[in-house]
Protein backbone atom coordinates (compact mmCIF):
# COMPACT_ATOMS: atom_id res chain seq x y z
CA UNK A 1 0.00 0.00 0.00
CA UNK A 2 2.95 2.17 0.71
CA UNK A 3 6.11 1.94 -1.08
CA UNK A 4 9.18 3.80 -0.55
CA UNK A 5 11.84 2.90 -2.78
CA UNK A 6 15.56 4.16 -2.65
CA UNK A 7 14.50 7.05 -1.33
CA UNK A 8 17.79 10.24 -0.89
CA UNK A 9 17.07 13.20 1.26
CA UNK A 10 19.18 16.20 2.05
CA UNK A 11 19.49 19.06 4.40
CA UNK A 12 21.34 21.30 2.53
CA UNK A 13 24.51 19.67 1.48
CA UNK A 14 23.72 16.66 4.19
CA UNK A 15 22.59 14.18 3.06
CA UNK A 16 20.17 11.84 5.84
CA UNK A 17 18.31 9.33 4.07
CA UNK A 18 20.97 7.49 1.86
CA UNK A 19 18.22 5.62 -0.52
CA UNK A 20 15.98 3.81 1.85
CA UNK A 21 13.73 1.03 0.83
CA UNK A 22 10.45 -0.12 2.55
CA UNK A 23 6.72 -0.77 2.16
CA UNK A 24 3.72 -1.44 4.26
CA UNK A 25 0.71 -3.55 3.31
CA UNK A 26 -2.77 -3.16 4.04
CA UNK A 27 -3.90 -3.57 7.58
CA UNK A 28 -0.27 -4.34 8.66
CA UNK A 29 1.70 -2.83 11.79
CA UNK A 30 5.33 -2.07 10.37
CA UNK A 31 8.26 -1.03 12.95
CA UNK A 32 10.85 1.60 12.23
CA UNK A 33 13.24 1.63 15.12
CA UNK A 34 16.97 2.89 15.28
CA UNK A 35 18.71 4.98 17.87
CA UNK A 36 18.90 9.16 17.82
CA UNK A 37 19.34 10.78 14.62
CA UNK A 38 19.32 7.86 12.48
CA UNK A 39 16.98 9.76 10.42
CA UNK A 40 13.42 8.04 11.38
CA UNK A 41 11.83 11.75 12.22
CA UNK A 42 13.21 12.43 8.17
CA UNK A 43 11.40 9.66 6.72
CA UNK A 44 8.08 10.69 8.25
CA UNK A 45 8.16 13.86 7.43
CA UNK A 46 9.16 13.23 3.69
CA UNK A 47 6.48 10.75 2.99
CA UNK A 48 3.90 12.91 4.09
CA UNK A 49 5.33 15.98 2.44
CA UNK A 50 7.18 18.89 4.37
CA UNK A 51 10.00 17.42 3.15
CA UNK A 52 11.03 16.71 -0.37
CA UNK A 53 13.73 13.60 -1.42
CA UNK A 54 16.29 14.31 -3.48
CA UNK A 55 15.58 11.29 -5.46
CA UNK A 56 14.08 7.90 -5.04
CA UNK A 57 10.07 7.23 -5.62
CA UNK A 58 7.34 6.96 -2.37
CA UNK A 59 4.46 5.09 -3.91
CA UNK A 60 0.56 5.42 -2.04
CA UNK A 61 -1.92 3.27 -3.51
CA UNK A 62 0.02 3.02 -6.51
CA UNK A 63 0.63 7.06 -7.08
CA UNK A 64 3.45 8.80 -6.79
CA UNK A 65 3.30 11.10 -3.99
CA UNK A 66 6.80 12.28 -4.01
CA UNK A 67 5.91 16.18 -5.06
CA UNK A 68 2.08 15.87 -3.59
CA UNK A 69 1.12 18.63 -1.22
CA UNK A 70 0.76 17.83 2.55
CA UNK A 71 -2.49 18.86 2.79
CA UNK A 72 -3.33 16.39 -0.07
CA UNK A 73 -1.27 13.43 1.15
CA UNK A 74 -3.37 13.93 4.69
CA UNK A 75 -6.95 13.97 2.24
CA UNK A 76 -5.55 10.86 0.53
CA UNK A 77 -5.39 8.94 3.73
CA UNK A 78 -2.02 9.32 5.13
CA UNK A 79 -2.29 10.84 8.61
CA UNK A 80 1.37 11.17 10.38
CA UNK A 81 1.05 11.92 14.61
CA UNK A 82 4.80 14.03 14.59
CA UNK A 83 6.90 13.66 17.52
CA UNK A 84 6.63 15.39 20.54
CA UNK A 85 3.38 15.14 20.41
CA UNK A 86 2.35 18.74 19.53
CA UNK A 87 -1.36 18.89 19.96
CA UNK A 88 -2.54 22.78 19.53
CA UNK A 89 -2.65 24.09 23.19
CA UNK A 90 -4.56 26.85 22.63
CA UNK A 91 -7.89 24.96 21.53
CA UNK A 92 -9.95 23.05 23.42
CA UNK A 93 -9.71 19.15 23.27
CA UNK A 94 -12.73 19.28 20.67
CA UNK A 95 -10.97 21.69 18.58
CA UNK A 96 -8.00 20.13 18.91
CA UNK A 97 -10.06 16.88 17.31
CA UNK A 98 -12.01 18.60 15.02
CA UNK A 99 -8.98 20.27 13.45
CA UNK A 100 -8.01 17.22 12.22
CA UNK A 101 -10.37 16.72 9.63
CA UNK A 102 -9.18 20.25 8.16
CA UNK A 103 -8.09 18.42 4.49
CA UNK A 104 -11.06 17.65 3.69
CA UNK A 105 -14.98 19.18 3.83
CA UNK A 106 -16.92 17.03 5.77
CA UNK A 107 -20.52 17.16 6.57
CA UNK A 108 -21.49 18.23 10.61
CA UNK A 109 -23.01 14.56 10.95
CA UNK A 110 -19.67 12.95 9.96
CA UNK A 111 -17.36 15.02 12.05
CA UNK A 112 -20.10 14.43 15.08
CA UNK A 113 -19.56 10.11 14.41
CA UNK A 114 -15.93 10.50 13.93
CA UNK A 115 -15.71 12.10 17.54
CA UNK A 116 -17.86 9.71 18.89
CA UNK A 117 -15.46 6.68 17.23
CA UNK A 118 -12.36 8.84 18.98
CA UNK A 119 -14.31 9.04 21.89
CA UNK A 120 -15.43 5.57 22.71
CA UNK A 121 -11.63 4.82 22.11
CA UNK A 122 -10.17 7.48 24.35
CA UNK A 123 -12.66 7.80 27.20
CA UNK A 124 -9.78 9.97 28.88
CA UNK A 125 -10.50 12.54 26.07
CA UNK A 126 -14.47 12.75 26.46
CA UNK A 127 -13.78 13.63 30.48
CA UNK A 128 -11.85 16.50 28.81
CA UNK A 129 -13.24 17.59 26.07
CA UNK A 130 -14.01 21.25 26.63
CA UNK A 131 -10.98 22.14 28.52
CA UNK A 132 -8.00 23.75 26.60
CA UNK A 133 -4.80 21.25 25.14
CA UNK A 134 -2.28 23.10 27.26
CA UNK A 135 -4.21 21.44 30.24
CA UNK A 136 -3.64 17.85 29.73
CA UNK A 137 -1.13 15.34 31.00
CA UNK A 138 1.54 13.99 28.61
CA UNK A 139 -0.43 10.78 27.72
CA UNK A 140 -3.53 12.77 27.19
CA UNK A 141 -2.02 14.66 25.02
CA UNK A 142 -0.37 11.65 23.28
CA UNK A 143 -3.93 10.22 23.21
CA UNK A 144 -5.72 13.50 21.54
CA UNK A 145 -2.82 13.74 18.81
CA UNK A 146 -3.55 10.58 17.58
CA UNK A 147 -7.42 10.76 18.36
CA UNK A 148 -6.37 13.91 15.95
CA UNK A 149 -4.92 12.29 13.25
CA UNK A 150 -7.73 9.19 13.38
CA UNK A 151 -10.12 12.24 12.45
CA UNK A 152 -8.72 12.72 8.67
CA UNK A 153 -10.17 9.20 8.30
CA UNK A 154 -6.65 7.29 7.33
CA UNK A 155 -6.11 4.21 6.24
CA UNK A 156 -2.64 4.41 7.35
CA UNK A 157 -1.43 6.01 10.16
CA UNK A 158 2.43 7.32 11.21
CA UNK A 159 3.31 7.55 14.44
CA UNK A 160 6.39 9.21 15.34
CA UNK A 161 7.94 7.84 18.62
CA UNK A 162 4.60 7.70 20.59
CA UNK A 163 6.30 6.50 23.82
CA UNK A 164 8.49 9.42 24.37
CA UNK A 165 8.63 11.11 27.93
CA UNK A 166 5.75 8.81 28.82
CA UNK A 167 5.51 6.79 32.15
CA UNK A 168 6.22 3.11 31.60
CA UNK A 169 2.79 2.50 32.88
CA UNK A 170 0.99 5.21 30.39
CA UNK A 171 3.38 3.55 27.32
CA UNK A 172 1.97 0.42 28.05
CA UNK A 173 -1.94 1.88 27.66
CA UNK A 174 -0.94 3.84 24.18
CA UNK A 175 0.66 0.90 22.96
CA UNK A 176 -2.67 -1.29 23.62
CA UNK A 177 -4.48 1.16 21.99
CA UNK A 178 -2.56 1.46 18.88
CA UNK A 179 -3.15 -2.39 18.91
CA UNK A 180 -6.61 -2.05 19.10
CA UNK A 181 -7.13 0.48 16.47
CA UNK A 182 -5.48 -1.72 14.13
CA UNK A 183 -6.99 -4.73 15.11
CA UNK A 184 -10.94 -3.21 15.20
CA UNK A 185 -10.70 -0.73 12.18
CA UNK A 186 -8.16 -2.41 9.95
CA UNK A 187 -5.68 0.62 10.05
CA UNK A 188 -2.11 -0.23 9.17
CA UNK A 189 0.35 1.67 11.21
CA UNK A 190 3.41 2.86 10.82
CA UNK A 191 5.40 3.22 13.69
CA UNK A 192 8.89 4.75 14.52
CA UNK A 193 10.28 4.18 17.95
CA UNK A 194 13.26 4.12 20.09
CA UNK A 195 11.43 1.87 22.36
CA UNK A 196 12.34 -1.36 20.17
CA UNK A 197 11.26 -3.89 22.65
CA UNK A 198 7.65 -2.19 22.66
CA UNK A 199 7.59 -1.54 18.53
CA UNK A 200 9.02 -5.38 17.75
CA UNK A 201 5.81 -6.63 20.02
CA UNK A 202 3.67 -5.38 18.61
CA UNK A 203 4.45 -4.71 14.96
CA UNK A 204 4.05 -7.94 12.57
CA UNK A 205 7.46 -6.68 10.33
CA UNK A 206 10.36 -3.55 11.17
CA UNK A 207 12.68 -2.30 9.49
CA UNK A 208 16.04 -1.43 11.51
CA UNK A 209 17.60 2.30 10.86
CA UNK A 210 21.56 3.21 11.39
CA UNK A 211 22.23 6.58 9.62
CA UNK A 212 20.38 6.88 7.29
CA UNK A 213 20.63 3.41 5.77
CA UNK A 214 18.55 0.43 6.49
CA UNK A 215 20.77 -2.46 7.94
CA UNK A 216 18.18 -5.27 8.89
CA UNK A 217 14.45 -6.24 8.15
CA UNK A 218 12.10 -9.32 8.55
CA UNK A 219 9.14 -10.09 11.12
CA UNK A 220 9.36 -8.59 14.30
CA UNK A 221 9.79 -11.74 16.06
CA UNK A 222 12.46 -13.15 14.35
CA UNK A 223 14.31 -9.93 15.11
CA UNK A 224 13.41 -9.75 18.36
CA UNK A 225 15.55 -12.98 19.05
CA UNK A 226 18.36 -11.74 16.25
CA UNK A 227 21.59 -11.39 18.80
CA UNK A 228 22.88 -8.20 16.99
CA UNK A 229 19.36 -5.94 17.86
CA UNK A 230 19.35 -8.08 21.65
CA UNK A 231 22.52 -6.02 21.76
CA UNK A 232 22.28 -2.95 19.98
CA UNK A 233 18.57 -2.05 20.79
CA UNK A 234 17.02 -4.35 23.81
CA UNK A 235 20.06 -4.15 26.21
CA UNK A 236 21.69 -7.59 25.48
CA UNK B 1 -21.69 26.46 35.30
CA UNK B 2 -24.81 27.72 35.24
CA UNK B 3 -24.18 30.50 37.44
CA UNK B 4 -21.22 31.75 36.09
CA UNK B 5 -22.80 31.64 32.85
CA UNK B 6 -25.44 33.72 34.20
CA UNK B 7 -23.48 36.18 36.20
CA UNK B 8 -21.41 36.45 33.18
CA UNK B 9 -24.78 37.45 31.31
CA UNK B 10 -25.65 39.83 34.05
CA UNK B 11 -22.42 41.70 33.66
CA UNK B 12 -22.46 41.64 30.23
CA UNK B 13 -26.17 43.68 30.39
CA UNK B 14 -24.89 46.10 32.90
CA UNK B 15 -21.99 46.84 31.41
CA UNK B 16 -24.26 47.44 27.85
CA UNK B 17 -26.41 49.72 29.95
CA UNK B 18 -23.37 51.74 31.41
CA UNK B 19 -22.10 52.11 27.13
CA UNK B 20 -25.10 53.17 26.51
CA UNK B 21 -25.60 55.94 29.10
CA UNK B 22 -22.24 57.29 29.08
CA UNK B 23 -23.27 60.44 26.50
CA UNK B 24 -26.08 61.06 28.79
CA UNK B 25 -23.51 61.68 31.58
CA UNK B 26 -20.60 62.67 29.87
CA UNK B 27 -22.06 65.93 27.90
CA UNK B 28 -18.32 66.97 27.56
CA UNK B 29 -17.75 66.67 23.53
CA UNK B 30 -14.25 66.21 23.63
CA UNK B 31 -15.00 63.26 26.30
CA UNK B 32 -16.79 61.42 23.46
CA UNK B 33 -15.04 62.24 20.69
CA UNK B 34 -12.34 60.69 22.80
CA UNK B 35 -14.57 57.89 23.46
CA UNK B 36 -15.10 57.59 19.57
CA UNK B 37 -11.72 57.37 18.34
CA UNK B 38 -10.97 54.25 21.26
CA UNK B 39 -13.94 52.57 19.45
CA UNK B 40 -12.26 53.13 16.61
CA UNK B 41 -9.01 51.52 17.62
CA UNK B 42 -10.62 48.99 19.18
CA UNK B 43 -11.87 47.80 16.09
CA UNK B 44 -8.63 48.43 14.11
CA UNK B 45 -6.92 46.31 17.27
CA UNK B 46 -9.62 43.02 16.87
CA UNK B 47 -8.36 43.19 13.17
CA UNK B 48 -4.92 42.75 13.96
CA UNK B 49 -5.49 40.33 16.46
CA UNK B 50 -6.68 38.05 13.89
CA UNK B 51 -3.12 38.13 12.21
CA UNK B 52 -1.18 38.56 15.22
CA UNK B 53 -3.12 37.38 18.31
CA UNK B 54 -4.67 34.47 16.63
CA UNK B 55 -2.51 33.23 14.20
CA UNK B 56 0.92 34.53 15.81
CA UNK B 57 2.44 36.13 13.00
CA UNK B 58 3.74 39.81 13.52
CA UNK B 59 2.40 42.74 11.52
CA UNK B 60 3.45 46.37 12.02
CA UNK B 61 1.43 47.57 9.34
CA UNK B 62 -1.88 47.75 10.71
CA UNK B 63 -1.96 51.55 10.93
CA UNK B 64 -0.72 51.88 7.32
CA UNK B 65 -4.43 49.93 6.62
CA UNK B 66 -6.36 52.03 8.91
CA UNK B 67 -4.22 55.02 7.29
CA UNK B 68 -5.10 53.50 3.32
CA UNK B 69 -9.05 53.55 4.63
CA UNK B 70 -9.12 57.12 5.69
CA UNK B 71 -7.34 58.58 3.01
CA UNK B 72 -9.53 56.50 0.23
CA UNK B 73 -12.42 57.70 1.56
CA UNK B 74 -11.79 61.20 2.26
CA UNK B 75 -10.21 61.81 -1.13
CA UNK B 76 -12.98 59.86 -2.91
CA UNK B 77 -15.64 61.63 -0.84
CA UNK B 78 -14.35 64.93 -1.71
CA UNK B 79 -14.08 64.47 -5.24
CA UNK B 80 -17.85 64.25 -5.01
CA UNK B 81 -18.31 60.46 -4.84
CA UNK B 82 -21.42 59.39 -2.44
CA UNK B 83 -20.88 58.06 1.42
CA UNK B 84 -21.81 54.58 0.24
CA UNK B 85 -19.01 54.31 -2.06
CA UNK B 86 -16.32 54.54 0.94
CA UNK B 87 -16.67 51.35 2.48
CA UNK B 88 -16.53 49.13 -0.83
CA UNK B 89 -13.18 51.47 -1.87
CA UNK B 90 -11.56 51.23 1.45
CA UNK B 91 -11.59 47.48 1.22
CA UNK B 92 -10.65 47.33 -2.04
CA UNK B 93 -7.38 49.05 -1.52
CA UNK B 94 -6.44 47.55 1.68
CA UNK B 95 -7.34 44.14 0.22
CA UNK B 96 -5.18 44.92 -2.95
CA UNK B 97 -2.30 46.25 -0.43
CA UNK B 98 -2.34 42.67 1.81
CA UNK B 99 -2.50 40.73 -1.15
CA UNK B 100 0.74 42.24 -2.32
CA UNK B 101 2.44 42.19 0.98
CA UNK B 102 1.10 38.77 2.13
CA UNK B 103 1.52 36.35 -0.72
CA UNK B 104 5.40 37.09 -0.90
CA UNK B 105 6.15 36.95 2.22
CA UNK B 106 3.32 34.71 4.30
CA UNK B 107 4.33 31.31 2.50
CA UNK B 108 8.38 32.15 4.13
CA UNK B 109 8.23 30.96 7.98
CA UNK B 110 10.31 33.57 10.00
CA UNK B 111 9.58 37.18 10.00
CA UNK B 112 9.34 38.60 6.56
CA UNK B 113 6.31 39.68 7.43
CA UNK B 114 6.74 41.84 10.31
CA UNK B 115 9.73 43.38 8.25
CA UNK B 116 7.93 43.92 4.97
CA UNK B 117 5.06 45.04 7.54
CA UNK B 118 7.65 48.08 8.65
CA UNK B 119 8.23 49.15 5.03
CA UNK B 120 5.27 49.05 4.14
CA UNK B 121 4.21 51.50 6.68
CA UNK B 122 7.04 53.68 6.02
CA UNK B 123 6.02 53.92 1.95
CA UNK B 124 2.22 54.65 2.60
CA UNK B 125 3.51 57.57 5.46
CA UNK B 126 5.86 58.82 2.58
CA UNK B 127 3.27 59.07 -0.31
CA UNK B 128 0.96 60.50 2.02
CA UNK B 129 3.51 63.43 3.33
CA UNK B 130 4.68 63.86 -0.65
CA UNK B 131 1.51 63.44 -2.44
CA UNK B 132 0.37 67.05 -1.43
CA UNK B 133 -1.95 68.05 -3.54
CA UNK B 134 -3.97 64.60 -3.03
CA UNK B 135 -3.38 64.17 0.08
CA UNK B 136 -2.68 67.44 1.73
CA UNK B 137 1.02 66.57 2.80
CA UNK B 138 1.85 66.79 6.45
CA UNK B 139 -1.51 69.42 7.01
CA UNK B 140 -3.66 66.23 6.29
CA UNK B 141 -7.05 67.23 4.78
CA UNK B 142 -10.11 68.87 6.31
CA UNK B 143 -13.93 69.31 6.22
CA UNK B 144 -14.66 65.83 4.98
CA UNK B 145 -17.78 64.67 4.02
CA UNK B 146 -19.38 62.51 6.91
CA UNK B 147 -21.39 59.80 6.55
CA UNK B 148 -24.47 59.33 4.64
CA UNK B 149 -26.99 57.08 3.34
CA UNK B 150 -29.45 58.23 1.14
CA UNK B 151 -29.27 61.55 2.45
CA UNK B 152 -29.46 60.28 6.23
CA UNK B 153 -26.53 60.46 8.40
CA UNK B 154 -25.53 60.60 12.15
CA UNK B 155 -25.17 64.58 13.49
CA UNK B 156 -23.06 65.50 16.30
CA UNK B 157 -20.29 63.23 18.30
CA UNK B 158 -23.21 61.27 20.31
CA UNK B 159 -25.14 60.09 17.61
CA UNK B 160 -21.59 59.12 15.88
CA UNK B 161 -21.09 57.66 19.48
CA UNK B 162 -24.11 54.94 18.92
CA UNK B 163 -23.15 54.24 15.24
CA UNK B 164 -19.57 53.38 16.33
CA UNK B 165 -21.12 51.24 18.87
CA UNK B 166 -22.95 49.14 16.81
CA UNK B 167 -20.34 49.28 14.08
CA UNK B 168 -17.80 48.04 17.18
CA UNK B 169 -20.49 45.22 18.10
CA UNK B 170 -20.66 43.77 14.61
CA UNK B 171 -17.17 43.47 14.33
CA UNK B 172 -16.94 41.42 17.95
CA UNK B 173 -19.78 39.46 16.57
CA UNK B 174 -18.10 38.60 13.38
CA UNK B 175 -14.46 38.25 15.21
CA UNK B 176 -16.64 35.53 17.58
CA UNK B 177 -17.97 34.22 15.00
CA UNK B 178 -15.04 33.54 12.76
CA UNK B 179 -12.68 32.17 15.75
CA UNK B 180 -15.22 29.74 15.93
CA UNK B 181 -15.43 28.57 12.25
CA UNK B 182 -12.74 25.97 10.85
CA UNK B 183 -10.87 29.38 9.88
CA UNK B 184 -10.68 29.92 13.38
CA UNK B 185 -9.28 26.86 14.73
CA UNK B 186 -6.29 26.99 11.60
CA UNK B 187 -5.55 30.25 12.89
CA UNK B 188 -5.10 29.04 16.54
CA UNK B 189 -3.45 25.75 15.29
CA UNK B 190 -0.84 27.35 12.73
CA UNK B 191 0.12 29.79 15.72
CA UNK B 192 0.78 26.98 18.19
CA UNK B 193 2.76 24.48 15.65
CA UNK B 194 2.75 25.05 12.09
CA UNK B 195 4.03 22.07 11.44
CA UNK B 196 1.47 20.40 13.17
CA UNK B 197 -1.05 22.23 11.57
CA UNK B 198 0.14 21.17 8.30
CA UNK B 199 0.15 17.57 9.27
CA UNK B 200 -3.36 17.44 10.03
CA UNK B 201 -3.75 18.59 6.57
CA UNK B 202 -4.08 22.74 7.72
CA UNK B 203 -3.31 25.31 4.69
CA UNK B 204 -1.36 27.18 7.02
CA UNK B 205 -0.23 29.79 3.94
CA UNK B 206 -3.75 30.21 3.16
CA UNK B 207 -4.99 30.64 6.86
CA UNK B 208 -2.02 33.25 7.28
CA UNK B 209 -2.89 35.42 4.27
CA UNK B 210 -6.57 35.15 5.09
CA UNK B 211 -5.91 36.37 8.99
CA UNK B 212 -3.92 38.99 7.09
CA UNK B 213 -6.83 40.42 5.03
CA UNK B 214 -9.43 40.21 7.53
CA UNK B 215 -7.19 41.77 9.40
CA UNK B 216 -6.80 45.00 6.78
CA UNK B 217 -10.43 44.93 6.00
CA UNK B 218 -10.88 45.54 9.53
CA UNK B 219 -8.17 48.85 9.89
CA UNK B 220 -9.16 49.58 5.97
CA UNK B 221 -12.77 49.63 7.53
CA UNK B 222 -12.18 51.82 10.99
CA UNK B 223 -10.30 53.57 8.70
CA UNK B 224 -13.32 55.07 6.62
CA UNK B 225 -15.29 55.84 9.57
CA UNK B 226 -12.54 57.99 10.88
CA UNK B 227 -12.56 59.83 8.06
CA UNK B 228 -15.89 60.26 8.03
CA UNK B 229 -16.97 60.78 11.51
CA UNK B 230 -13.47 62.50 12.72
CA UNK B 231 -14.11 64.55 9.44
CA UNK B 232 -10.16 65.47 9.38
CA UNK B 233 -7.42 63.28 9.11
CA UNK B 234 -3.28 63.63 9.03
CA UNK B 235 -0.29 61.28 8.45
CA UNK B 236 0.18 61.34 12.01
CA UNK B 237 -2.26 59.21 13.45
CA UNK B 238 -1.98 56.73 11.01
CA UNK B 239 2.49 56.72 11.16
CA UNK B 240 4.99 54.07 12.29
CA UNK B 241 4.52 55.20 16.07
CA UNK B 242 0.57 54.51 15.61
CA UNK B 243 1.42 51.02 14.33
CA UNK B 244 3.77 50.17 17.55
CA UNK B 245 1.11 51.79 19.66
CA UNK B 246 -1.59 49.32 18.06
CA UNK B 247 0.30 46.53 18.95
CA UNK B 248 1.07 47.46 22.60
CA UNK B 249 -2.75 47.93 22.98
CA UNK B 250 -3.15 43.99 21.69
CA UNK B 251 -0.67 42.88 24.17
CA UNK B 252 -1.67 45.13 27.08
CA UNK B 253 -5.13 44.21 26.67
CA UNK B 254 -4.56 40.87 26.15
CA UNK B 255 -3.21 39.05 23.10
CA UNK B 256 -5.90 36.40 21.36
CA UNK B 257 -8.66 38.16 23.53
CA UNK B 258 -11.63 39.97 22.30
CA UNK B 259 -12.52 41.58 24.50
CA UNK B 260 -8.72 42.30 25.50
CA UNK B 261 -8.35 44.03 22.16
CA UNK B 262 -11.16 46.33 23.59
CA UNK B 263 -10.04 46.86 27.03
CA UNK B 264 -6.57 46.96 25.04
CA UNK B 265 -7.56 50.07 22.94
CA UNK B 266 -9.83 51.93 25.60
CA UNK B 267 -6.98 52.03 27.91
CA UNK B 268 -4.18 53.40 26.07
CA UNK B 269 -6.48 55.79 23.53
CA UNK B 270 -8.18 57.27 27.13
CA UNK B 271 -5.18 56.89 29.45
CA UNK B 272 -3.00 59.32 27.96
CA UNK B 273 -5.28 62.38 27.56
CA UNK B 274 -6.21 61.33 31.72
CA UNK B 275 -2.06 61.89 32.47
CA UNK B 276 -2.14 64.95 29.92
CA UNK B 277 -1.95 67.39 33.07
CA UNK B 278 1.36 65.57 34.14
CA UNK B 279 3.07 67.44 31.20
CA UNK B 280 6.39 65.96 29.98
CA UNK B 281 6.23 63.02 32.64
CA UNK B 282 3.00 61.59 31.54
CA UNK B 283 5.16 59.55 28.83
CA UNK B 284 7.03 58.12 32.09
CA UNK B 285 3.90 56.63 33.67
CA UNK B 286 2.30 55.99 30.77
CA UNK B 287 5.75 53.19 29.93
CA UNK B 288 6.04 52.05 33.35
CA UNK B 289 2.21 51.10 33.43
CA UNK B 290 2.41 49.59 30.09
CA UNK B 291 5.89 47.31 31.84
CA UNK B 292 3.76 46.88 35.17
CA UNK B 293 1.03 45.15 33.31
CA UNK B 294 2.86 43.21 30.93
CA UNK B 295 5.55 41.60 33.68
CA UNK B 296 2.79 41.07 36.20
CA UNK B 297 0.08 39.84 33.74
CA UNK B 298 1.54 38.56 30.83
CA UNK B 299 -1.84 37.78 28.99
CA UNK B 300 -2.51 40.98 29.56
CA UNK B 301 -5.46 43.27 31.31
CA UNK B 302 -8.27 40.66 30.02
CA UNK B 303 -6.77 37.79 32.01
CA UNK B 304 -6.15 39.83 35.19
CA UNK B 305 -10.20 39.12 36.10
CA UNK B 306 -10.03 35.36 35.25
CA UNK B 307 -6.44 35.16 37.63
CA UNK B 308 -8.75 36.86 40.14
CA UNK B 309 -11.21 33.95 39.85
CA UNK B 310 -8.93 31.59 39.84
CA UNK B 311 -7.17 32.81 43.36
CA UNK B 312 -10.19 33.46 44.64
CA UNK B 313 -11.51 29.85 44.11
CA UNK B 314 -8.65 28.50 45.62
CA UNK B 315 -8.39 30.53 48.73
CA UNK B 316 -11.45 29.05 49.56
N1 LIG C 1 16.08 20.52 10.23
C1 LIG C 1 17.26 19.89 10.16
N2 LIG C 1 18.34 20.50 9.61
C2 LIG C 1 19.53 19.88 9.53
N3 LIG C 1 19.76 18.63 9.97
C3 LIG C 1 18.75 17.97 10.53
C4 LIG C 1 17.44 18.56 10.66
N4 LIG C 1 16.62 17.66 11.24
C5 LIG C 1 17.36 16.57 11.48
N5 LIG C 1 18.63 16.74 11.05
C6 LIG C 1 19.70 15.75 11.11
O1 LIG C 1 19.30 14.64 10.33
C7 LIG C 1 19.65 13.44 10.97
C8 LIG C 1 18.41 12.58 11.14
O2 LIG C 1 17.51 13.22 12.06
P1 LIG C 1 16.08 12.63 12.42
O3 LIG C 1 15.39 12.26 11.16
O4 LIG C 1 15.41 13.59 13.31
O5 LIG C 1 16.48 11.32 13.20
P2 LIG C 1 15.63 10.44 14.24
O6 LIG C 1 14.20 10.83 14.12
O7 LIG C 1 15.88 9.04 13.80
O8 LIG C 1 16.18 10.71 15.58
C9 LIG C 1 20.32 13.80 12.27
O9 LIG C 1 21.71 13.73 12.09
C10 LIG C 1 19.90 15.22 12.52
O10 LIG C 1 20.92 15.93 13.18
MG1 LIG D 1 12.98 11.53 15.58
Same mark, same amino acid.
Given at each position: ???????????????????????????????????????????????????????????????????????????????????????????????????????????????????????????????????????????????????????????????????????????????????????????????????????????????????????????????????????????? | ??????????????????????????????????????????????????????????????????????????????????????????????????????????????????????????????????????????????????????????????????????????????????????????????????????????????????????????????????????????????????? @?????? *??? !? +??? $? &? %??? =????? /??????????????????????? @?????? *??? !? +??? $? &? %??? =????? /????
Amino acid at each position: MLKVENLRVSYGHIEVLKGISFDVDPGEIVALIGGNGAGKTTTLSTISGLLRPTSGKITWKGETINSAAVENIVSAGVAHCPEGRRIFPGLTVRENLITGTASRSYRKSEIEADLALVLDLFPRLKERFTQGGWSLSGGEQQMLAIGRALMSRPSLLMLDEPSLGLAPIVIEQVFDKILELNKRTGLSVLLVEQNSAMALDISARAFVMETGTITLSGPSAALADDPRIREAYLGG | MKTSRLKTRIALALFAIAVLTIPLAARDGYIIQLLNIAMLNAIVVLGLNFATGWTGQINFGQAAFYGLGAYTTAIATKAGLPWISTPFLAVAVVVAASLVLGLPTLRLRTYYLAMTTIGFGEIVRLIIVHWEPVTGGTSGLRAIPGISLFGFGPQGQIQHYYVLIAVLAVAVLVAVRIRHSALGRAMIATKDSEIAAEQSGVDTTRTKLLAFIIGAIYAGLAGCLYASSIRFISPDSFSGIQA @VLLMTM *LIV !G +GMG $S &I %AGC =IIGAA /ALTLLPEALRFLGQWYLVLYGLG @VIVVIV *LAP !G +GLA $S &I %AST =IRLRL /AGAR
